[in-house]
Nanobody
Framework: QVQLVESGGGLVQAGGSLRLSCTAS????????MGWYRQAPGKQRDLVAH???????NYADSAKGRFTISRDNAKNTVYLQMNSLKPEDTAVYYC???????????????WGQGTQVTVSS
């Protein structure tokens, strides 16, 4: 059974920084995309950033210049360094991984349970 476990959320003042981590565990053959989404109350879940296994990254416009995504493929772990945080960054942040359980199978999405990030003004 695959699990994605996130950590690193919390309460921070505007202008501060947080680093989120997410580790995928279980019987995993390969992971393609790993990334972060966020969902604020009453809003849809949106992409923040994701990265392929070869290091190609994509960011939402709101994250460009402030957030940095990175991966440690050997540890099946993805990180999100968030700097210059703003109150509008407040949301539950979810880790997502598109992974294959066996050789030759398609990649399927798996989600973490979410971690709360709250930025006070």
């Amino acid at each position: 059974q695959v699990q994605l476990v996130e950590s690193g959320g919390g309460l921070v003042q505007a202008g501060g920084s947080l680093r989120l981590s997410c580790t995928a565990s279980g019987s995993i053959f390969s992971i393609h995309y790993m990334g972060w989404y966020r969902q604020a109350p009453g809003k849809q879940r949106d992409l923040v950033a994701h990265m392929t296994s070869d290091g190609s990254a994509n960011y939402a416009d709101s994250a460009k210049g402030r957030f940095t995504i990175s991966r440690d493929n050997a540890k099946n772990t993805v990180y999100l360094q968030m700097n210059s945080l703003k109150p509008e960054d407040t949301a539950v942040y979810y880790c997502k991984a598109d992974l294959a359980l066996i050789r030759g199978s398609a990649w399927y999405p798996y989600w973490g349970q979410g971690t709360q990030v709250t930025v006070s003004s």
